[in-house]
DNA sequence: TATATTTGCAACCAAAAGGTTTCCTTTGCT
DNA sequence: AGCAAAGGAAACCTTTTGGTTGCAAATATA
């Protein structure tokens, strides 16, 4: 069973179940309230995003406080950076054109 | 068929495609070379890549060469980007905890 | 022209993913 | 004690995923 972050956020329930409980704790059946399926199958969700430590659970009571952790989205965020040239290349390209074309109309006095 | 850059990027053997072909244009033969699996495997990841945007192909004579496009990964970057600080702040934390420390330090003449 | 190379793609298969219903345990409340 | 609320998890089902083999089309080369 491959349990990795990258895995993790691919399913857009599980994005969407980050961030609910990034902006404040939940349990269970507040999460799923916000959803079309079952309490279980967002359970069986948590249950990945927990695997993977992008949620850790706080019992008080008979409840269970789902608190987001994502300290583990660094490593998306360092695969994704090393590509980042690649992005960000042809916007510096076009920019040094404009650049060059702003200092030619400085030399013409415009 | 969902077909976004977050399900894209959740195969391993994907982001094994991306680097590769991220460094330099490959044909198919050249990519599954690399790879245990099939020749077919390969241009269905392939084919999952280029519908997402994240690679096209130029075809020359009967090769068809494989060429990153890897600016679709903003999404990634953007998504990961907003719940940056959930893995920053503690750091500043201890940042703040330590520069505490040395100014109480300081006072007391240490 | 005949043959080898490169590739697309259909057909098929097993396993994983995502969902459901159902049942059980634990905890809170009256 | 007795009932309601919360949630874990088994059993099951359907679709998607990732893989295979096999074949046809297009291009290069002897």
Chains 1, 2 share one sequence.
């Not at 993790?8 to 999460?31: C, F, L, Y």
């Not at 850790?56 to 965020?77: M, T």
Request: contains cysteine; charged residues 30%; proline residues 1%.
């Amino acid at each position: 069973m491959r349990r990795d972050v990258f895995q993790a956020i691919a399913d857009p329930t599980r994005r969407q179940i980050i961030n609910m409980v990034a902006h404040q704790s939940m349990n269970v059946n507040a999460v799923a309230g916000n959803f079309d399926v079952s309490r279980t199958a967002i359970y069986k969700h948590v249950k990945i995003l927990t695997e993977c430590g992008l949620i850790v659970i706080k019992q008080q009571g008979r409840e269970r406080f789902y608190e987001a952790r994502l300290e583990k989205l660094h490593e998306i965020s360092d695969w994704v950076g090393q590509y980042r040239q690649f992005w960000t290349e042809r916007f510096d390209a076009l920019e040094n054109y404009l650049n060059q074309i702003q200092s030619k109309d400085k030399k013409k006095g415009k």
